[in-house]
Nanobody, 116 residues
Framework: QVQLVESGGGLVQAGGSLRLSCAAS????????MGWFRQAPGKERVLVAA????????NYADSVKGRFTISRNSAKNTVDLQMNSLKPEDTALYFC?????????WGQGTQVTVSS
């Protein structure tokens, strides 16, 4: 079973930056897509950014385009999310996600809090 471990969350002032990292272990050969989702209190979990396992395809939520960048390190089996120009509305619990042909895996989540 694939395991995902996130790191890098924290508290930052508006306009600041944070970098989240997700390390995948286990049968990663089965993964074809990875991404970051976020869930704010009282709201549903939504996609922030996704990247194909090859790294050739990326997509972003409109709300983060131009500010966030997703990248993958194939040697380390990690997926990073560089978040710049953070806004208070980016405050949420961020989850790493990995998709295989028959299952979807989730990390435990890392909190990002942006103060105004």
């Amino acid at each position: 079973q694939v395991q995902l471990v996130e790191s890098g969350g924290g508290l930052v002032q508006a306009g600041g930056s944070l970098r989240l990292s997700c390390a995948a272990s286990g049968p990663t050969f089965s993964i074809y897509d990875m991404g970051w989702f976020r869930q704010a209190p009282g709201k549903e979990r939504v996609l922030v950014a996704a990247i194909s396992w090859s790294g050739l395809r990326r997509n972003y939520a409109d709300s983060v385009k131009g500010r966030f960048t997703i990248s993958r390190n194939s040697a380390k089996n990690t997926v990073d999310l560089q978040m710049n120009s953070l806004k208070p509305e980016d405050t949420a619990l961020y989850f790493c996600n990995a998709k295989s042909s028959d299952y979807q895996y989730w990390g435990q989540g890392t909190q990002v809090t942006v103060s105004s």
